[in-house]
């Protein structure tokens, strides 16, 4: 940036543009009980549905009885599947290629199925009726293991397509398995494992959990039979998407059908997947010709909304003996549940899990990952994170941690020594992407010095020895994670969601009296995105950001995009709107320019005017340039001021950063109090720091949650032992420690203000910081690895099997 | 989670309370603040035709001495149990309990009488009332009879209440004053039941250990009041050998289920350290006039 003078600078400060600390303008309505939900909405005649659900894992429904629970007072319909069926809709496609049973079609999957949807004049009687439905079952044989479904004589969990070879990604080969995907070079990494001088090995398994938003998913159905359009209400995070999907799966045609998105109270992933409760609010709506609710309670949401992750991760890592990787190898078994309805671009079945190789360069790499099919509920969403980011990123520095072990190294040591250089970027993995920025080392240190690690260490050394001594039973246990995402999808050459490409869009109308209103493809669900993107604009176009208001959400006004998750909203809408910002002010540039009575280079952008070049006295504000817009007949110009663009952008962004976990551990309890937690980010341009602090925290506090107990845990019947938040970890404040924040900042040189996002780094990079911090305190007892969640009882376990217990 | 349908009473005495449950029987449940009670029925786990709300019953409020005894209305909740001065200064042992019960919402309206008339093994206080050898006092159509806390609670959910009966007033003997006293209760998080914990009062005199009574939480279908491990530490200095005797005493009394909260062995190596920790917090505290 050039220096400005004083009066320049109150200027631009006026306009609360890029890397100010503007409060959030969704905060008045939030903390004052006046935010809009799904829920809140009430219409004339407005119907309630609710799920008959099943207790079974695995069943065959020999018979549905309806007729008590039709004969309630208040109960308008039950629906079956033999009442979607002559509407092909006892089934839908699911966003991975598969198709998800709306209602149970003989036979159930996962408890807390969907098996008859129950419409009642309210909630209250829509339960009751729910109990008067009369199913009966046959209990089949109950696989929750996902090695023991690819077994020869595992039950067979999808009849409709046993005998079906070729899925959506691939051959089959197994009733059980979904898809093989492959990346990398298996025969030269091998070659390499083979030749290494030092390789680690470790089954790291990344336990199922469940993003959890506040609040859950629900849905207003309306169909207006007299002019046969349909609006749609929900808890979408890809409005567009749902309108397109839902208009393919019923035949409406897309322009009678408006999908609105009003405020969401958090997604993290579990609001991107389409679920059986908004087909069948849809169908009642049609039948009954009113307005139909669904609203999940907490269980059903823990029980059957999309999960996350649950990944066994088998991995191989080869060095030499001073510590240079050489080689990767990773095996992966996820397991989908019932149906394949994970949520990720559509040529990426285990989503953009080959960021595997990470901060580090790893000149060989093989990946393979076999989904497939178990008795639990379907998902595999990214929470908190683009597309199974996190999963690769708590691999990898794992992995590296217990490669250090081998090695007798420090793990800062060898990361230091593995990371890609500055110099090495635009960056070319092992897997198939190119990274587009970064500055580890400096990241890395900066993170050191702010710890001092080297002191860290040492104190942790003095305690190693008063425990040997018998003075005391706590481990301090130094956590260190370097994460790399992938965010941003995605270039529509290579991402699409079910044929839509991922690009995004911003279109904007400058008003008369110079405010304006921009409206985008994404939708918040409390990112702020109503602030950021306004100060995005303000900064572009020289327009205040309280002056700019944001809309999003609603399919009917605002432009096609793909929606809010990975990260994706600054990367793609964020850029999308600067663009159509650039757009705008070309056009004022022509304005000015007419009213300057000047040719157009020969004035110039000023914050927020355009200027004679050379004569300063001489300029147009954007003000007076809006409204020449509206009321002067400009030669060769179009009146009004308005721009959108679709942004489709040339490559993913990869915010990167380094986390620094000190926690101390009772060996005896299991308890663990986490003493300081350190959070460098880069996310390349920072445009609203308070912001970017915030989702630090959040994120943070998620990662904790997911490393240190938060788990969706079956019994061996397949029975879900964590529906309610009595057993589903959600921590509290008293949980929740002081997060320290730090930033460098490394901008993306392909977006257009250098902004790489940064809602998920947290989680992606959070959840590997806690493991490794537990496990580095075990690591001077010879553990080279405990599986997470570290709760009390499995970290005793890991004290008792390490003897630490006399 | 939405309850079954159910009529509400809001009676303005105890007398009124007795005829509405009397009236319906079985079919009728007594509501104090609900947070057990509408947990559950929201899933529907209990479905009482009748709830009979007992918040408007002034009588059953209130905290006071009565000699050597503590007097507690049944519906007072465990927010005025943290703040209340007689308490604190008289049975310090009970508001150590309460301020680690749920989280001050639930405690604002959680009472101590639906705490100990609940009968969930994860209740804290039934397991303290026996520690400290309460008694409740049960009013119902014969009149009013008071039962030890310590021959209560008969299974998960069963109690020696009848029916009929309210439980009106708990009555607490206040210790001797020097008691030493502490309740250690391990959990996953704020908010969470007890995965172990332990409650411990015990005299001391010349170091010389001259009663002590031990009661565990969250370890059985019921509370467990171990006799045994509290002989154990009897007439000792409540050193290692007595204090490892009433760890083994607990341990044999005990009849911890694998949870969420973790496998039976794990629950077993919490009771004894979360003892190991009452004892020694408790024989701190003993003698210096606290109680
Ligand atoms: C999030 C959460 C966390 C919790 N954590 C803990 C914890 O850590 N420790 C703990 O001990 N508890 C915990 N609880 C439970 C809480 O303490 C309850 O308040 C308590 O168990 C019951 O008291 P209540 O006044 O709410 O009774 P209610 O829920 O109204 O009643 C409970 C039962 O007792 C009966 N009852 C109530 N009053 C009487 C009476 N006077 N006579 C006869 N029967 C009666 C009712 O009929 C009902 O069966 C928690 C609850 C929640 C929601």
Redesign the interface.
């Known amino acids: 940036m050039t220096e400005q003078s004083p009066v320049d600078l109150d200027r631009a400060e006026k306009l609360q543009g890029l890397g100010c600390r503007r409060k959030r303008v969704e905060d008045a309505r939030f903390t004052q009980g006046k935010g809009n939900y799904v829920d809140d909405m009430k219409l004339k005649g407005m119907l309630f549905g609710d799920f008959v659900r099943s207790p079974y894992a695995h069943a065959r429904v020999k018979s549905i009885d309806a007729e008590a629970a039709k004969a309630l007072p208040g109960v308008v319909a039950v629906l079956t599947a033999d009442d979607l069926r002559p509407l092909n809709l006892h089934w839908m496609p699911t966003l991975a290629g598969d198709k998800q049973m709306v209602l149970a079609d003989g036979k159930v999957l996962y408890q807390g199925q969907e098996v008859a949807f129950v419409i009642a004049e309210n ?2 009687i829509a ?2 009726a729910v ?1 008067l439905v009369e199913v009966e079952y046959e209990a089949l044989p109950v696989v929750t293991d996902p090695f023991k479904a690819l077994a020869d004589d595992a039950p067979v969990l999808r009849e409709d397509i046993a005998d079906q070879k070729e899925g959506a990604h691939g051959p089959r080969r197994h009733p059980n398995h979904i898809f093989t995907w492959e990346q990398g070079d298996k025969a030269a990494t091998e070659a390499v494992l083979a030749g290494a001088e030092v390789v680690a090995e470790e089954m790291i398994y990344y336990h199922r959990t469940h993003p959890c938003p506040l609040e859950t998913c629900g849905c207003v159905a309306s169909m207006d039979k007299v002019n046969g359009k349909l609006t749609l209400w929900g808890t979408f995070q890809a409005p567009h998407a749902v309108r397109t999907v839902a208009s393919l799966i019923s035949g409406i045609a897309e322009h009678n059908i408006r999908v609105v998105s009003p405020d969401i109270g958090g997604g993290f992933g579990n609001k991107v997947g389409v679920y059986p409760g908004y087909i069948c609010a849809v169908v009642a709506s049609i039948v009954t010709g009113v307005p139909v609710k669904w609203v999940e ?3 059903d949401n823990l029980m059957t909304t999309a999960f996350a992750r649950d990944y066994w991760m088998q991995g191989k890592i080869a060095a030499t003996k001073d510590g240079r990787i050489t080689g990767l190898w990773c095996h992966v078994t996820a397991d989908h549940g019932g149906f394949d309805a994970c949520a990720d671009p559509t040529k990426f079945p285990a989503g953009f899990f080959n960021i595997c190789t990470g901060s580090y360069d790893i000149p060989t790499a093989w990946l393979a990952v076999d989904g497939v099919y178990t008795n639990k509920a379907p998902g595999g969403v990214a929470y908190r994170c683009s597309f199974r980011v996190t999963e690769a990123s708590y691999f990898i520095e794992r992995m590296v941690d217990i490669l250090a072990i081998k090695l007798g190294m420090d793990p800062v040591e060898l990361r230091l020594k593995n990371f890609i250089r500055k110099d090495q970027f635009p960056y070319q993995s092992a897997l198939g992407w190119e990274y587009d920025s970064g500055d580890y080392h400096t990241a890395m240190e900066k993170a050191l010095a702010a710890v001092d690690y080297a002191g860290l260490r040492r104190e942790q050394a003095e305690r190693l020895d008063a425990f040997k001594r018998g003075e005391t039973r706590k481990l301090i246990g130094i956590g260190v994670s370097f994460f790399t995402e992938i965010v941003g999808a995605g270039p529509v050459k290579n991402c699409d969601i079910l044929g839509l490409g991922m690009f995004d869009s911003c279109e904007i109308r400058i008003h008369p009296t110079g405010s304006a209103i921009a409206r985008l493809g994404t939708i918040s669900q409390g990112q702020g995105h109503a602030t950021t993107f306004a100060q995005i604009l303000a900064s572009e176009i020289g327009i205040p950001a309280d002056a700019i208001t944001v809309e999003e959400g609603d399919t009917d006004t605002a432009p096609y995009g793909l929606g809010t998750y990975g990260s994706r909203s600054t990367p793609v809408a964020g850029a999308a709107t600067a663009m159509a910002g650039r757009k705008i002010r070309a056009k004022a540039q022509m304005i000015a320019a007419y009213l300057l009575e000047v040719h157009d280079d020969d004035i110039e952008w000023d914050i927020d005017r355009f200027v004679v070049k050379g004569a300063p006295e001489r300029f147009k504000t954007m003000t007076e340039i809006a409204f020449a817009a509206y009321n002067q007949a400009i030669p060769g110009l179009e009146p009004g001021l308005e721009a959108v663009s679709y942004y489709d952008p040339p490559n993913m962004t990869y915010p990167f950063g380094a986390y620094v976990c000190v926690m101390e551990i009772d060996v ?4 663990t109090e986490i003493r300081r937690f350190y959070a460098l980010d880069d996310c390349g341009t920072r445009i609203n720091p308070m912001i970017i602090e915030g989702q630090v925290h959040g994120g943070l506090t998620e990662a904790l949650a997911i490393a240190m ?1 938060q788990e969706i ?1 079956y019994d061996e019947n397949g029975n879900v ?2 529906a309610t938040l ?2 589903f ?1 959600m ?2 404040a ?2 929740t420690p002081t997060w320290e924040t730090d930033h460098t900042v490394t901008p993306s040189p392909h977006h257009p203000i250098g902004a790489k996002g940064v809602g998920e780094s947290p989680n992606v990079g959070g959840v590997s910081a806690f493991s490794n911090a537990v496990n580095d305190a075990f690591r001077p007892f010879g553990l080279t690895h405990a599986q997470m969640p570290h ?3 499995r970290i ?2 890991t004290a008792q099997q390490l003897g630490l ?1 006399g | 989670m939405i309850p079954g349908n159910f009529a509400y009473h809001r009676p303005a005495d105890v007398a009124a309370a007795a005829r509405l449950l009397q009236e319906h029987g079985d079919e009728a449940q007594l509501l104090a603040g609900g947070h057990s009670l509408i947990p559950m029925m929201k899933l529907r786990m209990a479905q009482p035709s009748h709830l009979i709300d007992l918040q408007d019953i002034a009588g059953l409020k209130g905290i006071s001495r009565d000699g050597a005894r503590l007097v507690i209305g049944a519906m007072t909740t465990q927010h005025e149990l943290i703040g209340d001065a007689l308490v604190a200064a008289a049975v310090p042992l009970l508001r150590e309990a309460a301020l680690q019960i749920a989280d001050p919402q639930v405690r604002y309206v959680g009472t101590i009488g639906g705490n100990v008339a609940n009968g969930d093994p994860g209740n804290d206080m039934p397991g303290v009332m026996q520690c400290l050898d309460a008694s409740f006092e049960l009013t119902g159509p014969g009149g009013t009879r008071e039962v030890a806390a310590r021959a209560f609670y008969e299974a998960a959910f069963t109690t020696a209440r009848a029916e009929d009966e309210i439980l009106t007033r708990i009555i607490v003997p206040i210790p001797k004053p020097g008691s030493g006293y502490a309740y250690l209760k391990q959990k996953r998080k704020i908010g969470d039941y007890a995965t172990a914990a332990a409650a411990v009062l015990l005299a001391v005199e010349s170091g010389r250990c001259t009663s002590a009574a031990i009661a565990m939480t969250n370890l059985a279908a019921t509370p467990v009041f171990t006799e045994a491990a509290g002989a154990a530490l009897v007439g000792t200095t409540l050193d290692e050998a007595a204090v490892g005797a009433a760890v083994a005493a607990m341990l044999a009394a005990i009849d911890p289920a694998t949870d969420n909260r973790g496998p039976v062995e794990f629950k077993k190596h919490v009771a004894g350290l979360m003892l190991r920790r009452a004892i020694a917090e408790a024989a701190g505290r003993a003698g210096r006039g606290t109680a």
């Open positions: 909630r209250y339960a009751d109990d309670d907490r269980m005896d309890t299991g308890e107990g845990a032992m964590t009595m057993d970890f921590p509290t008293v949980e709760d009390h009882w005793w376990r217990h």
